[in-house]
Each structure stands twice: as C-alpha cells, then as structure tokens.
C-alpha cells in the first residue's frame, strides 16, 4: 500500500477512510449447526414446556393435596415437620451445639458458612479447567455439601414415625364449639385441651371427640377410668362437673 493511500491522518493514529459496518455473520452461513431464534428455537421450548406444564396438571388433579388441619396452638402434641427439602436444617437443629442457647449457630451460622462456602467456590477455584478432577476446591465443596445434605435429609427421615405425623395432621369433622360453656371449661380446667386440641379435632393417639356417637354415661366412664391409650384418673372435677363433660362432648356433631 502507498504512503497515504486510502488513509487519513489524524494526529499520530490512522483510521481509515471508509468504515464498514461490523455486521455478525448470517445463521444461514452454519447449516445444520444454528438456527434462527424466532420463532424456530422459541417453539421447541415452549412446546417442551407445554408439556412439561399439562403433565404437573394431570399430577395435581389426580392427587389430592396433603393438606392438613388448621393450627391448633393448643395441641401441644403435634410435631411441626418442615417439608423434606428443608429436613437437613430441621435435623441440624436437634443437636446439642446448634439448639438452645446455641440456635443461632445451627440457624444462621452453619448454613450461612456453608452455602457462602458453595457461592465462593468459583471466585476461589478460578483456573481454565472445567473437569472436576482438575477443580478440587469446587469439586470438594459441592460433595461435602450433597454428603451433608444426604445425611442430615436421611437422619431426620428415619427419626419421624410418619404414621404418627399423619394423624396429627388429619382433617376431620368441625363442629361448632361454644367455648364459653361450662362443659369447654371443664374440659380445659381438667388439661384435656392438651391430648384432644382447643377444637376437639384430636392429636397423636388421641381421637377426635365430635361425632363420637356416644351416650353422656359412655363418655363420663371414658373420661373417669380412660380407654386405651387414655390412663384413668386423669379427670379430677366433681360428678356434677363430670356430667357437664359429657353432655357438652356427646352432643357435639359436625358442621
């Protein structure tokens, strides 16, 4: 090229003198290898995703939701259970070290250190190789946390009797409770709120107590000498009282 030619000189730099516009390649110049965006890819994920989304629908009609009853503050029985992905921190929380005048430990500290160990792991681990046996740091981390993960998850699972958790959460029948009775108080006075709940529903090996079908003298000999689980002697009131308690309980029906 000569001196000059097709140039402009500008201060000490050169920039030349027709500027072509810095256009990417078409996708057509990569057969087989790309494909336009719109609406060629876009339509294959929002088919997948089509199905994908009338599939769970299916699942969700078919199967009835597990839900359970409306809290019950006064049913001192019942065992809250987070859901399962959450089983590792419920289970962390049981130990010595992390419970108690240590909850802080076991609710924010561990996990924190522990996903912030996971979130560093690629500023830390910052070479070029991408296989894991050439990543220690990452690789190291991400298995102690899916081992500790798996652990804690299994250790809280075979601890639960999940018999025992469905019954606590059961939905039965409602009734209409007159909480201002003399029956609802005995039944309060005598710690009977503690075994059967504020609304009656039962708990862990307690039975509901509406619907019972019962005459006043059945439920006034339960409530004296207990039934099943129920030891006797627990009721400590008067035989008037006694008999409030039975009628209140015996008359009691769903909704």
């Known amino acids: 090229m000569h001196r000059g030619k097709g140039m402009k000189f ?3 730099s050169r920039v030349p003198a027709e500027r072509k516009p810095n256009i990417p390649k078409d996708y057509s110049e990569y057969p087989g290898k790309t ?10 994920e929002w088919m997948v995703g089509a199905v994908f989304l009338i599939g769970y629908l299916c699942l969700t009609v078919a199967h009835q939701p597990p ?21 590792f921190l419920y289970q962390l929380l049981k130990y010595s070290y992390a419970s108690g005048p240590y909850n802080a430990i076991g609710a924010f500290i561990i996990p924190g250190l522990a996903f912030g160990a996971l979130l560093l792991a690629p500023f830390i681990d910052r070479g070029p190789e991408r296989r894991p046996s050439k990543r220690p740091l990452a690789t190291g981390f991400m298995l102690l946390a899916l ?6 998850t299994w ?3 075979v601890q639960t009797d999940w018999e025992a958790k469905k019954e606590m959460g059961k939905i039965v029948a409602e009734a209409e409770i007159d909480k201002e009775s003399d029956g609802y108080k005995i039944f309060e006075q005598n710690g009977c709120v503690s075994c059967h709940g504020g609304d009656l529903q039962g708990g862990a090996g307690s039975p509901a107590l509406i619907d019972t079908g019962l005459t006043p003298e059945e439920v ?10 129920m030891p006797g002697g627990l009721f400590k009131g008067t035989d008037e009282e006694l008999a409030k308690l039975a009628e209140f309980i015996s008359t009691l029906e769903s909704k």
């Open 10 to 12: 500008v201060g000490d």
């Open 220 to 229: 006034a000999e339960i409530a004296k000498n207990g039934q099943g689980a």
């Open 67 to 87: 839900l359970e009853k409306m809290a019950d503050p006064t049913d001192t029985a019942y065992l809250p259970l987070p859901d399962w992905y959450f089983l």
């Open 147 to 152: 081992a500790g993960i798996t652990y804690l």
């Open 155 to 157: 250790e809280s699972a």
């Open 35 to 44: 494909e336009a965006f719109w609406p060629n890819f876009l339509l294959k």
